[in-house]
């Protein structure tokens, strides 16, 4: 494994502000999610030493914003950014955008505990499992280790967990139990991860 | 204060970059995103206290953005920003994205016409500013009497805002700014002012 990934999850948005489901549907940064950013690319830039390096974000708004604030602060070019569909942020489906995790619980009761009995393989209506997230995200770092270097990703909480999970062969329940930082991000290299610390 | 405060987005890759974006987006530049905080903070000082009747932005990327960092730096509830799709900014067609060097190699004689007819010209797909105006005059009349409101629109829509608000002429219209280190206060008296940060 020769490749150095630094993981980055966007900056708090309206949406994780008021407790609401995003999966592929949007909302943009606060300024405390703006300040966080400037924080963590602040942080990073003194982990670049001038090497080169590839800039992945996902295609969604909150990750792009995100990935153009670190671009400005670490000195790369915006149009240089790969935007890749595989590090878009988990589906909920129909679910994108429902007030909250309690609501869901409320307005469907039979959907949550079906949910319950297998949490890894569950979708909601026209969603994505966690199963299928791993799929689209485990030959994304195969590419990255095979380009080997270092890379910059810029994704989201559950993407950013999976991909977490994959680099260390965590079982599900493992997965399940990582976090969602936004005022810290990972370093991936040699097997290892690293929590790096912005703020 | 019966005033509107009208707000540009902050700096966008592709204004950075000098290519139109009329109804397509790119994310703000961390200068971008230091201007919307800077209005912000200025607007917080103009306001003194006072919290907005009203809040409008357009529902576009950048506009949106900018609006949400004004918002929280007022101390504004972000749930309660409206969207409106009549500020979204003119579009301009298959010319959203292009630079001015694009255009020309791709439509040079259709630009030429727009010399004669500007204020009613649309590029292929686009809008002319005689049509945005038309939305613009809409929505400033349907607005109710909830001040001070706040606006955050863009660069071309502004200035037939503040057109129509000044009940400028065309050419006027045309020789407008479209600042990105400050605002414009909308006064009852159909004057404005700029309020630099």
Same mark, same amino acid.
């Given at each position: ?57 996902? $295609? ?33 489906? !129909? ?13 469907? $009761? ?14 909601? $209506? ?46 599900? !329940? ?26 | 204060? /019966? ?15 000098? /290519?139109?974006?009329? +109804? ?110 038309? /939305? ?53 008296? +159909?004057?404005?002012?700029?309020? +630099?940060?």
């Amino acid at each position: 494994m020769s490749a150095t990934i630094y993981l980055i999850r966007h900056g708090e948005t309206t949406w994780n502000r008021a407790g609401r489901l995003q999966g592929q549907a949007d909302s943009p940064l606060t300024l405390r999610g703006t300040q966080q950013i400037e924080a963590v690319s602040n942080t990073l830039k003194r982990y670049l030493k001038n090497q080169s390096l590839t800039f992945w974000a996902s $295609p969604l708004g909150r990750t792009q914003q995100t990935a153009a604030i670190i671009c400005d602060i670490i000195g790369i070019d915006f149009e240089h950014i790969k935007f890749d569909e595989r590090l878009k942020e988990i589906t909920l489906g !129909s679910r994108d955008g429902y007030s909250s995790w309690h609501a869901l619980k409320n307005d469907f $009761p039979e959907d949550m505990a079906k949910r319950e009995e297998d949490p890894w393989n569950y979708r909601h $209506p026209k969603g994505e499992s966690s199963q299928m997230v791993l799929e689209r995200i485990e030959p994304f770092i195969q590419e990255l280790e095979l380009l080997s270097g270092t890379h910059v990703v810029v994704a989201h909480g559950v993407v950013n967990k999976i991909f977490r999970g994959l680099y260390l062969n965590l079982n599900h !329940s493992q997965i399940f139990a990582l976090d969602r930082p936004q005022e810290s991000f990972h370093c991936l290299s040699e097997g290892k991860v690293a929590t790096i610390e912005a703020l | 204060m /019966r005033s509107i405060y009208l707000l540009r987005h902050g700096e966008t890759v592709w204004n950075r970059a000098k /290519r139109l974006q009329g +109804h397509k987006d790119t994310p703000l530049t961390l200068k971008g995103v230091r201007q919307a905080r800077a209005m912000g903070d200025k607007l917080s000082q103009v306001l003194d206290g006072t919290q907005p009747r009203a809040f409008y932005s357009s529902p576009i990327g950048r506009s949106h953005q900018t609006a949400t960092i004004v918002a929280d730096s007022i101390k504004f509830d972000t749930e309660l920003i409206i969207l409106k799709k009549e500020l979204k900014e003119i579009t301009f067609g298959k010319w959203d994205g292009l630079n001015m060097e694009e255009i020309l190699a791709g439509y040079e004689a259709i630009w030429r016409q727009r010399k004669e007819v500007k204020w009613s010209f649309a590029p292929p797909d686009g809008e002319s500013y005689k049509m945005a105006s038309e /939305r613009a005059n809409d929505f400033l009349i349907g607005l109710p009497d909830e001040y001070p409101t706040i606006i955050v629109a863009h660069g071309s829509l502004n200035k037939v805002i503040r057109g129509c608000w000044r009940k400028l002429k065309a050419e006027e219209i045309f020789q407008l700014d479209e600042p990105q280190n400050g605002f414009y206060e909308l006064k009852p008296d +159909h004057k404005e002012i700029f309020i +630099h940060v």
